[in-house]
């Protein structure tokens, strides 16, 4: 539009030219490269979502497509198109009808079946130089994939599967998948269905597709690290094992964990010690905590008999945010290698793999990151990654890290395939606005627990989106008071809670999520409150 008016001619003038001083120009492209237009609307999405230099070909598409307006218009297309009406009339139904057809692709867009057929990696990249230069069609398509409006609270429950009729509190447990991601699975399903031998090639490390290495730059841009650290894994106890079965412990060694420990990392390490004759060494963090008082008991552990430490980022029952960023450096200090268990932190916590130091690192994607079931990540240290192999020996052993990860067999790796489309839906939600909601959830559960007897294991700093509440009790906890709890509040009330014996304690885990709002927090605590727990003192 404005290319039209700026170069139409005037009637006195026999040839079409740009009557315009460079004063004027000027300041045309100053205000065009300033307005929230769709270009520039699109450049700035691409350039949060994917960086500055991955966009670079979209910005230099848009100038080119740009530049040729305008030449175009100068030649004289403009007077062209006044000399002959009837032209101009057919054109503009012709553009009528485009502005339709581009309405129908966002209103197909917004379904959740939008993404199928798309390649795992052309769905996770930036628009390219011909999508900007040629194509406001595929401008669209890439403004809605990349970025759907998503509402926070009980409006959110639409993009789940959830039941209608409970509260889900105890997302730390399983997760939920999107709906989105579950169809994208469900499509990666059929298509490796439809032709089994090409499916599977594309996943072997010697092919060249390797879709499982497009998934591992996507995970590793996340995380702020790169491919060749990422190796995908199935869980995070799987990941935790591969590191275990790779180091040589023997007698006299140690392998340091935490009272707080995921149960399957516990019997992993148990298990090796008795393989290895390595002994396994469990500091207590007594419960309530401060991040000081956990630094300074792990450290005292610490000596030079421990051959691996293995530190949760985010604790499974207990909910803690352990002070990683405070314990690694001095274990490294020490020349004791650290393994951080993360299974709740992807989706939980900002994560830059690289910079945190950690030796390896393991995550579960299908938690806090939206993707389904069966994936995950392991990341190791350039130092650690030669030293790194997969729990399987299979096909690929001889490749190293992480290639002899990609392919252990025939297995669905439709969950890994799925990843990129959680990333997606993780980035509509926005992490900021996302974290700001749980962290107000979070508060409001705080508030309404404390109020019905519960009390908190440590303070609120040392929580994200999970807190951990201890029932008092007139005597020690019980593994059958636990379940009466989670029984009971979801019999009763409808409401999913995660409760479990630590010790002697018996603690009460309340999550945030998207999907989750401040009433049912406060509805949680109404009900502890009426109903209780066993022994409740």
Same mark, same amino acid.
């Given at each position: 539009?404005?290319?039209?008016?700026?170069?139409?001619?005037?009637?006195?003038?026999?040839?079409?030219?740009?009557?315009?001083?460079?004063?004027?120009?000027?300041?045309?492209?100053?205000?065009?490269?300033?307005?929230?237009?769709?270009?520039?609307?699109?450049?700035?999405?691409?350039?949060?979502?994917?960086?500055?230099?991955?966009?670079?070909?979209?910005?230099?598409?848009?100038?080119?497509?740009?530049?040729?307006?305008?030449?175009?218009?100068?030649?004289?297309?403009?007077?062209?198109?006044?000399?002959?009406?009837?032209?101009?009339?057919?054109?503009?139904?012709?553009?009528?009808?485009?502005?339709?057809?581009?309405?129908?692709?966002?209103?197909?867009?917004?379904?959740?079946?939008?993404?199928?057929?798309?390649?795992?990696?052309?769905?996770?990249?930036?628009?390219?130089?011909?999508?900007?230069?040629?194509?406001?069609?595929?401008?669209?398509?890439?403004?809605?994939?990349?970025?759907?409006?998503?509402?926070?609270?009980?409006?959110?429950?639409?993009?789940?599967?959830?039941?209608?009729?409970?509260?889900?509190?105890?997302?730390?447990?399983?997760?939920?998948?999107?709906?989105?991601?579950?169809?994208?699975?469900?499509?990666?399903?059929?298509?490796?269905?439809?032709?089994?031998?090409?499916?599977?090639?594309?996943?072997?490390?010697?092919?060249?597709?390797?879709?499982?290495?497009?998934?591992?730059?996507?995970?590793?841009?996340?995380?702020?690290?790169?491919?060749?650290?990422?190796?995908?894994?199935?869980?995070?106890?799987?990941?935790?094992?591969?590191?275990?079965?790779?180091?040589?412990?023997?007698?006299?060694?140690?392998?340091?964990?935490?009272?707080?420990?995921?149960?399957?990392?516990?019997?992993?390490?148990?298990?090796?010690?008795?393989?290895?004759?390595?002994?396994?060494?469990?500091?207590?963090?007594?419960?309530?905590?401060?991040?000081?008082?956990?630094?300074?008991?792990?450290?005292?552990?610490?000596?030079?008999?421990?051959?691996?430490?293995?530190?949760?980022?985010?604790?499974?029952?207990?909910?803690?945010?352990?002070?990683?960023?405070?314990?690694?450096?001095?274990?490294?200090?020490?020349?004791? $290698? /650290?393994?951080?268990?993360? +299974?709740?932190?992807?989706?939980? &916590? %900002?994560?830059?793999?690289? *910079? =945190?130091? !950690? @030796?390896?690192?393991?995550?579960?994607?299908?938690?806090?990151?939206?993707?389904?079931?069966?994936?995950?990540?392991?990341?190791?240290?350039?130092?650690?990654?030669?030293?790194?192999?997969?729990?399987?020996?299979?096909?690929?052993?001889?490749?190293?890290?992480?290639?002899?990860?990609?392919?252990?067999?025939?297995?669905?790796?439709?969950?890994?395939?799925?990843?990129?489309?959680?990333?997606?839906?993780?980035?509509?939600?926005?992490?900021?606005?996302?974290?700001?909601?749980?962290?107000?959830?979070?508060?409001?559960?705080?508030?309404?627990?404390?109020?019905?007897?519960?009390?908190?294991?440590? $303070? /609120?700093?040392?929580?994200? +989106?999970?807190?951990?509440?201890? &029932? %008092?009790?007139?005597?020690? *906890? =019980?593994? !059958? @008071?636990?379940?009466?709890?989670?029984?009971?509040?979801?019999?009763?009330?409808?409401?999913?809670?995660?409760?479990?014996?630590?010790?002697?304690?018996?603690?009460?885990?309340?999550?945030?999520?998207?999907?989750?709002?401040?009433?049912?927090?406060?509805?949680?605590?109404?009900?502890?409150?009426?109903?209780?727990?066993?022994?409740?003192?």
């Amino acid at each position: 539009m404005y290319l039209y008016l700026i170069s139409a001619p005037r009637e006195t003038d026999p040839m079409p030219t740009l009557s315009l001083t460079i004063g004027p120009l000027a300041l045309f492209a100053f205000v065009a490269s300033i307005t929230p237009g769709p270009n520039n609307l699109l450049l700035m999405r691409s350039g949060a979502m994917f960086g500055v230099r991955r966009s670079l070909r979209h910005v230099f598409g848009i100038q080119t497509g740009f530049v040729a307006l305008v030449v175009l218009s100068h030649l004289g297309v403009a007077a062209l198109l006044l000399a002959l009406p009837a032209t101009m009339s057919v054109l503009r139904w012709a553009c009528f009808g485009y502005l339709l057809w581009l309405a129908w692709l966002i209103l197909r867009d917004a379904h959740p079946r939008a993404a199928a057929g798309a390649s795992v990696e052309s769905r996770s990249r930036p628009l390219r130089f011909n999508g900007a230069a040629g194509g406001a069609h595929r401008a669209v398509d890439a403004a809605m994939s990349a970025h759907a409006e998503v509402t926070l609270g009980r409006a959110a429950r639409r993009h789940f599967l959830l039941r209608a009729d409970g509260s889900f509190l105890n997302h730390g447990s399983y997760g939920a998948c999107p709906r989105v991601v579950t169809e994208d699975q469900s499509r990666l399903r059929s298509e490796m269905e439809s032709h089994p031998d090409a499916f599977m090639a594309r996943m072997h490390p010697d092919r060249e597709q390797r879709e499982p290495r497009a998934v591992a730059r996507e995970l590793a841009a996340f995380t702020g690290t790169t491919s060749d650290h990422i190796a995908l894994v199935e869980n995070a106890t799987t990941g935790v094992q591969a590191v275990l079965n790779s180091l040589p412990f023997g007698p006299g060694d140690h392998i340091l964990i935490t009272d707080h420990q995921y149960n399957a990392v516990r019997l992993g390490v148990e298990a090796r010690c008795r393989e290895t004759g390595a002994t396994p060494v469990v500091v207590r963090i007594p419960l309530p905590t401060t991040s000081d008082d956990i630094v300074e008991r792990i450290l005292a552990a610490a000596d030079a008999r421990v051959r691996l430490v293995i530190l949760d980022h985010i604790t499974s029952p207990s909910a803690l945010v352990l002070p990683v960023e405070r314990l690694i450096p001095e274990l490294r200090r020490r020349g004791i $290698p /650290a393994l951080i268990d993360g +299974a709740h932190a992807i989706g939980q &916590l %900002p994560l830059q793999l690289d *910079a =945190l130091g !950690a @030796d390896w690192y393991v995550s579960n994607m299908h938690k806090w990151a939206y993707a389904p079931r069966g994936s995950a990540l392991l990341y190791a240290s350039q130092a650690a990654a030669p030293l790194t192999r997969p729990v399987l020996t299979s096909h690929y052993i001889g490749m190293g890290f992480p290639h002899s990860f990609d392919y252990v067999g025939t297995r669905d790796y439709t969950a890994w395939l799925a990843v990129p489309r959680a990333l997606q839906f993780l980035r509509e939600l926005g992490t900021a606005q996302l974290w700001a909601h749980e962290s107000r959830l979070i508060e409001v559960a705080s508030g309404a627990l404390q109020s019905a007897g519960a009390v908190p294991i440590a $303070p /609120a700093s040392l929580s994200a +989106a999970m807190r951990a509440f201890l &029932l %008092p009790q007139r005597r020690p *906890a =019980l593994d !059958a @008071d636990a379940a009466h709890v989670i029984r009971t509040l979801w019999e009763q009330e409808r409401i999913q809670i995660r409760c479990a014996r630590i010790g002697a304690a018996l603690l009460l885990r309340v999550c945030a999520q998207a999907y989750v709002e401040a009433d049912e927090m406060q509805a949680l605590g109404a009900a502890l409150a009426r109903h209780g727990w066993p022994e409740r003192r």
